[in-house]
T-cell receptor, first 115, second 117 residues
Framework: DQQVKQNSPSLSVQEGRISILNCDYT??????FLWYKKYPAEGPTFLIS?????DKNEDGRFTVFLNKSAKHLSLHIVPSQPGDSAVYFCAASAHSGAGSYQLTFGKGTKLSVIP | GAVVSQHPSWVICKSGTSVKIECRSL??????MFWYRQFPKQSLMLMAT?????????EQGVEKDKFLINHASLTLSTLTVTSAHPEDSSFYIC?????????????FGPGTRLTVT
């Protein structure tokens, strides 16, 4: 059972416009959410995160929104740039008793920003 | 800061041989390291979690005798794929979480592409 879902495998956006990547989760124990960006044959790079006590976190062109009641989060990139073209992974974590802070990843959304 | 390296970046080996992949945290002490595996067009699947000086905790379905993990120091973890088979061909990524600072953030290595012929 997939606990973190990214239902759109790909997204194409024109340069300068807004990119919206969506993520849904099923585990109500998740209390921290992260977005990672990944280029082919490279490891993921941390982008932005949000705690469950917040509903919005902004960092430059990147904003993450969290809707706990809907178990939904989204990443907004504005304005989109060609260099943003990559696979974006949504990840979630629950504070376990072991404190290992394991991340559960979605399958990723491939973003293509068209010049 | 928070740089994680992996070596080698790619390796080709023959079926039946063993391969060791190293993961190092270069500028911080990693109390916990994670090993992931990624299949083409798939998500990152957590294989195991290791804490320095203790045995790794393997996820369900991961053979601990096949994927040997050693977290000998606060800056080094190794994954050894023993008696590799073609189905073990994959992209292996490690990540590390430091002693202090953000507790939920993991910093990822660049990955190792393993091809078993």
């Amino acid at each position: 059972d997939q606990q973190v879902k990214q239902n759109s495998p790909s997204l194409s956006v024109q340069e300068g416009r807004i990119s919206i990547l969506n993520c849904d989760y099923t585990n109500s124990m998740f209390d921290y959410f992260l977005w990672y960006k990944k280029y082919p044959a490279e490891g993921p790079t941390f982008l932005i995160s949000i705690s469950s006590i917040k509903d919005k976190n902004e960092d430059g062109r990147f904003t993450v929104f969290l809707n706990k009641s809907a178990k939904h989060l989204s990443l907004h990139i504005v304005p989109s740039q060609p260099g943003d073209s990559a696979v974006y992974f949504c990840a979630a974590s629950a504070h376990s008793g072991a404190g290992s802070y394991q991340l559960t990843f979605g399958k990723g959304t491939k973003l293509s920003v068209i010049p | 800061g928070a740089v994680v390296s992996q070596h080698p970046s790619w390796v080709i080996c023959k079926s039946g041989t063993s391969v060791k992949i190293e993961c190092r945290s270069l500028d911080f002490q990693a109390t916990t390291m994670f090993w992931y595996r990624q299949f083409p067009k798939q998500s990152l699947m957590l294989m195991a979690t290791s804490n320095e000086g203790s045995k790794a905790t393997y996820e369900q379905g991961v053979e601990k005798d096949k994927f040997l993990i050693n977290h000998a120091s606060l800056t080094l973890s190794t994954l050894t794929v023993t008696s590799a088979h073609p189905e073990d061909s994959s992209f292996y990524i490690c990540s590390a979480r430091g002693r202090a600072g953000a507790t939920y953030e993991q910093y990822f290595g660049p990955g190792t592409r393993l091809t078993v012929t």
